[in-house]
Structures are given as structure tokens and as C-alpha cells.
């Protein structure tokens, strides 16, 4: 799933045009539709083409109501940009892009929209050629610019076609086993109670978990879970997502707030960062200015103490550490953007290097500068977590030879597994040992297999509740796995007992045959049958026709019927008896014959042959001409 945010000047056309592609109007608020202006932040969502879901956010352009656009944009996989072709790129078109710029988003499409209303066709080529401009140097340069109406239809089509393939180079966003949803958007339903909206990233959250809301620290469980208004029992990273929680009051939360899985993540008031002072800004950005920071959904004062500078010139990047007003539970990477409050404007933004220095840094202090610029490019951890995402699954031995400029490779290794960053596959796992033949998987790839495994055993159950389990090839298959991967990945799953692997099948542990009651009573009246007429029983294909296929195959598999060829069938108590009765034959008469044991017990020389030459194949009688002796079992 993705997420794409609008952008662009007011009364551009986002609100209408976001309307046309999803049939689903965004504006929401009775003064937004009185106004004819969007106002917050409004949500819809597509089906594209190829069949993949789409989310939509839909933010405000006027001026007015920028702070309420970032709310929107912080969770965005590739924007929309619009500007309308009467009248051009416009004040709120480039804070918008420069916005999204910050953000790190550099995939989207332009949609030039209104091309209706425009002068001529070559009014529209010079429009879009300004635009093509204003891209340059920006992630979105080189996004493709398509003419669309949204009032007759015209270039939707192409519209859809151009944001499907920029999605498709964005790729789906990995699970790493820490879910956080940015919340912009809380309300309550008659009956249910308390629901959160926002963009899903990090993890995945399933119905019936227990959450976090920070920086309150107050806890809560979900009570269900929608994806584009479908109720689904997990969600996953990167969509659109409404959580039903149960332990908290709507007036406990606050757009800005963030649900998490307990105890992973922190608020913080300190922020080390890289700050970028965008080149449009009308001035330098002094030491210890007051500005308001945006992160997610979240919007707080803060002061930027520069680290080696007393002012950062319009255009030029420099080390600093935000000091926030209120904490904000942050990570490592996290993009954010800073407005002056006064006048009103954007001038900046980075990413966060360290969320948690522990402490205000001394200025122009050289060993915390170079510290810093080891912590961006990367710690030996992050190396090698890094390197296992771009080779997928592999050995120890592997990984280590991929990243030789890593020191104690063995050490570093084993402390990621004892944290939980990597993960061994296997059912020996690791055992305090590391070993260069382990196979190791980072968290989230593990964490998304997983997740795929679960819901493809679960989905086999649902669609046939009567089988033991789906085949290990079909199930190999269905996840797209080499061999030696499926099966690390099959040890893992069923070591932490989420899976039970049966050689030739593999099930959910939590999953049970259960008969319908119509069907518990067509076996036993089956199963009395057989008790009547132990010896010339029912046929299989006569068993077949009474109970089903599937029913008697479970009979069979739980051991209330032992199948002694492909037609012959015995109630287990039964056989066990026949069992003891030709052996006690044999030791007393030394051998006996297949006439003798049909008379024994009163059945069809078929009945009988059929018998006896399984228990040949068992090994408890053996064939010598005409007749029967003990066999080695």
C-alpha cells in the first residue's frame, strides 16, 4: 500500500481533482464546503490499474492554513503536485514543493489542471514549461507533467497511468517490528468509542494489541482496524489506517500525538539534527532562534542552537541541536520542517541524526561535530543491518565478507541477534554462539515474511477447513522462497510456535479440523456401521460417498480408521485386534493361510488378501508360497 499527499496553491483544483480520480469528496468540514476552500486535512483513496490501493491525502493551499498541509505530508510515499494551467505556478506552489523537498519526497507526479480554462494550447506548453523549472533542483525534477480536467474528464486517465508508475519505483516500506502511527486525526463513533487516523510506519498493528500513546504514555488496546474504511485484522506499513482503541477518551489524545507498540520509543526534548536553511529564506537563521517544528502530524516551539555557526546563511546546512518546548517521541532519520512564527513562513529543515544526546552540547566543540558526523554516516550496526537488507537472507560468512572495513564482525553480529536487529533463521536459532553458517534475515524482512506466512496459512485454513495443512511446496511456492530460505524460515516460525511443520504439510499452530454437526453425524453413522460389520466393512468409496472425501481423509489421519489398501478400511480397535489374533494364530500353528484367516473372521476372500498383504508391507507377516509367517516386526 502507498500514500499520496496533495500539494500546490489554493484554488488549484486539489480538492476537486483528487474528487474525480477517487469519486470520494475530501472536503469534509461544513466550512470548507460553505467556503469552497479546504481548510484540513482530507482523506480518500483509489484503486489504481494494476489493482494496488492507494491512499490520498488531501491538504489545504492557502497561506493560512500551511501548518495544517504539514500535518498531512510527513507519512506521503510520493506527492501530486498541482497548479492549475490559468494561472501558473504561484507563493504557496513553491513553499509547498520546497515543503516536500525537505520531507525527502522525490517521487510524484505534476497534474496541470484546469486546462479547460486555459487561454490556448500553447498558454498550457508555457505553464508546464515553468513548472518543469521550478523542479529543477528539486526530488521532484523530471516528474511528469500531465494536463487534466477534472470538470470533462480529460488526462485523468493518464494522470492514474503516471502516479501508478512513480509508485512503482517507490517500493513497499518495510516492517520493522516497531509500528508507530502519526496521529492526525482523533473522534469518536456512537458505540465504538475512540478512533485515531494516520499513516502506519515501522510496524504492523493487529486487532486485539496493546498500544502506547506518547508522549502522555498512556496505554490502550485496539479494538479494530480499517484500511480505507474495510475492517482488516492487521495493518500494514505505509497505509492509511483508522484505529479503534479501547481504554482511552477522545479527550486523551490530540492530533500530534503517536500510538506505538510499548516500550521501544521515547519523547525527547533534545534533538541533535542536520539543519538545512532553505535558499529563498529573506534571512540568516541566528543561533538559538525560536521557531515552530513540524514532525509527523506534530507542531511545537522550539529553539535551534547552531553547533559550529552563529547564523546559517539562506542555502547552507550546518550541525545543530533542537531544544523542544514539549517532548516528541522521535527516531534516528526522522525529516522535519521549521517555520518562523513571525512573519508566518517556512525557512527550513533536516533530518534527525541523534533523538536522544542526553545532554545540551558545548558549541564549535570538534570532538562532537566529528561525532556527529560519524552518527550520519552510519554506525557499524547500521552498516551491516544495511548490507543484509541489500543481499537478503544470507550467512553470517557472507554478510561479514560483504562488509570487511567492520571490526570484531562476530561480536557486532552476535550483539544484533541478542538485540533483536537480526534475526537467525532456523529452528536451532542462536544459541549464545555465533557461527558463520547461521542464517540471518534483518528484523523487518523477517517480521514481513512472517506476516506473509501467517496470513497465507490463515487464508489455506479459511478456504479449506477440513485439511490438516497446505503442502510445503504450494506454501514454498506461495511465498516465492528458494529452498534453503523457506526452510530457515519454516524453523523459525515453528520455534516460536506459530507454525507447526509435519514434514509433507505445515499449519498455523492455532489451527484445528473442526466437522459441522451435519457432518459429525454422518460419521457416526459411519463409524456405527463399521462397528456393526467389523470384518466386511464399508468400502472406501462407499465411506467416500457417505462423509466426503476431505472427512474420511481426516478419519483416516486421526487414526479412527486404518486403510489396508485402497478399499479396505477398518476401525482402528478392530485391526489392532486382527493384529494380535493372526499372530497368536501363527506362533501356535507355526504359519497360516489366507483361506484360514478369511474364516477366522468371517470376511470376503478380497477383505482378507487385501490384509494380509499389508501386513506383509508392515512387516508383522511374511510370504512363503501359500502361506503366512511372522515377519521381523
Known sequence: ???????????????????????????????????????????????????????????????????????GVGGIDAALLVVAADEGVKPQT??????LDLLGVDKGVVALTKVDLSESEEWTDLVAEEVGKVLEGTGLQGAPIVPVSARTGQGLDDLIAALELALAEVGERPDKGRPRLPVDRVFSISGFGTVVTGTLEGGSFTKGQEVEILPPGRRARIRGVQTHKETVDRAVPGSRVALNLSGVAKSDLKRGDVVASPGWLQPTVLADVRLRHLADAARPLRHNARVKFFWGATEQMASVRLLDRDALVPGDSSWAQLKLDQPVPLVRGDRFVIRIPSPPATVGGGVVVDPMPGRTHRRSRPDVLARLETLARGTPDEMLVGQLERLGPSTAATLLSAVPQVEAGDE??????????????????????????MLLATSAWWSTVAGKLRDKLASYHDEYPLRAGISREALRSGLGLEPKVFGGVVGRAAAEGMVVDEGATIRLASHEVRLSEVQEEAVGALLAAFATSPYLTPSAKESRAAVGPEVLDILIGRGDLVQVSDEVLFLADTYGEIVARVRDVIEREGSTTLAQVRDMLGTSRKYAQALLEHLDSQGITRREGDVRVLGPS
Open 412 to 437: 557486532l553480529v552476535s550483539r544484533l541477534v541478542d538485540s533483536g536487529d537480526l534475526v537467525a533463521l532456523g529452528s536451532d536459532g542462536y544459541a549464545g554462539q555465533m557461527e558463520h553458517g
Open 94 to 99: 513553491r513553499e509547498h514543493l520546497a515543503i
Open 1 to 71: 500500500m502507498h500514500v499520496v499527499g496533495t500539494a500546490g496553491h489554493v484554488d488549484h483544483g486539489k480538492s476537486t481533482l483528487v474528487h474525480a480520480l477517487s469519486g470520494i469528496d475530501p472536503d469534509r468540514l461544513r466550512e470548507e464546503k460553505e467556503r469552497e476552500m479546504t481548510i484540513d486535512l482530507g482523506f480518500a483513496w483509489l484503486t489504481l490499474p494494476g489493482g494496488g490501493s492507494v491512499g490520498v491525502v488531501d491538504v489545504p493551499g492557502h497561506r493560512d492554513f500551511i501548518e495544517n498541509m504539514l500535518a
